[in-house]
């Protein structure tokens, strides 16, 4: 490892998504985290709010950080895709007195967090192998659906953010093709990201008793995954298995935009809560199910992600990298 400047082993790092933001102190020379809070994006008025109440909450203060933001970062100005908050790098550097700020996309911090990963923080489904070098691919869904490369250079392992969950939903069955067309009928243009994520989950649950001729209930996502993991809703069932289908095609069609030969890894809050139906086959079938590319996509691994806080230890790599060195 290079030489990191003693005085920033400690830092501040921040897991910024739609619905929660998570801190945390990390040590730079290990990235070992500490002093983790999380708090739902509604009870603050923006990162400058939370960041503060964190603070004060730990009493500390920070003068570096690295913000991993659910956002695309192009410019100076963050605005978030799936929340209202949103502010511009110098402004929030200024109102926390830090002395450098860093901002990645969440899924490209998740993405530096891959070779930091153990064993026992991923489960194989499928797949051979991987090359050491491998290009890799991390996708997830959660408040929406974040997609992140990983790719081997000259001077070590480069992130490549992407805005992947809001290219177009594919469908490959009558049922995907009659629910996506009633939703057509009132959004024009429907992202990955509008049925494979949370917030995607309940709404496919309503299209689904609404095409039956039901009066949907109103229910959260975990109600959904709750049901359906149980078997005791048939349309619970129903959503799940759709979704299933659909991130395991969205994580097959990634593997091959980037030449995924080093895995494809698959992160976010839900993965981990449907774990044994990811393995139960139906999932690896959908990522091979690419007519004369399946021999292409048949060796590559899929990773669940298990380990916790991995963005964030994917915020403090990247922090590392933009440190000053001694």
């Known amino acids: 490892m290079e030489p990191v400047n003693p005085q920033l082993t400690c830092a501040l790092v921040g897991d910024i998504g739609g619905t929660n933001a998570r801190f945390a102190i990390a040590d730079l020379s ?56 949103s502010f511009t790098k110098s402004a929030l550097r200024q109102d926390l007195g830090l002395k450098e700020i860093v901002v990645l996309n969440d899924f490209q911090a998740l993405a530096l967090a891959l070779p930091e990963l153990g064993p026992h923080e991923l489960h194989q ?18 408040t929406g659906i974040g997609v992140a490369g990983l790719v081997w250079s000259s001077v070590g ?99 091959l935009l980037l030449g995924a030969r080093g895995g494809v890894y698959i992160g976010g809050g839900i993965a981990p809560k449907i774990l044994e139906l990811l393995r139960s086959g139906t999932f690896r079938q959908a990522f091979e199910a690419k007519g004369r590319m399946q021999h292409f996509l048949k060796p590559i691994p ?13 915020a403090a790599i990247g922090l590392r990298r933009h440190a000053p060195r001694e």
């Open 157 to 255: 392992w480069v992130p490549v953010p992407s805005e992947g969950g809001h290219i177009a939903l594919a469908c490959r069955e009558a049922a995907e093709f009659a629910l996506t067309e009633e939703l057509r009928a009132k959004e024009p243009y429907i992202p990955v990201e509008r049925l494979v994520s949370g917030p995607g989950v309940a709404d496919l649950y309503g299209l689904i008793a609404s095409s039956r001729g039901l009066k949907p209930e109103q229910l959260i996502p975990n109600e959904v995954l709750t049901r359906a993991l149980a078997g005791t809703d048939d349309i619970a069932v129903e959503t799940l298995r759709l979704f299933v289908n659909w991130l395991g095609g969205f994580a097959g069609d990634a593997a």
């Open 302 to 314: 899929i990773y669940v992600l298990l380990a916790e806080h991995a963005t964030l230890r994917g």
């Open 30 to 85: 290990t990235f070992e985290l500490s002093q983790i809070v999380q708090f739902p994006c509604s009870s603050h008025s923006g990162p400058a709010a939370a960041i503060h109440a964190y603070l004060g909450q730990i009493g500390r203060r920070a003068d570096y950080a690295c913000l991993a933001v659910a956002a695309p970062v192009t410019d100076e100005m963050i605005t978030f895709t799936n929340s209202n908050w």
């Open 125 to 142: 489904i499928g797949g051979d192998d991987p090359p050491i070098h491998g290009t890799k691919v991390v996708l997830g869904a959660g």
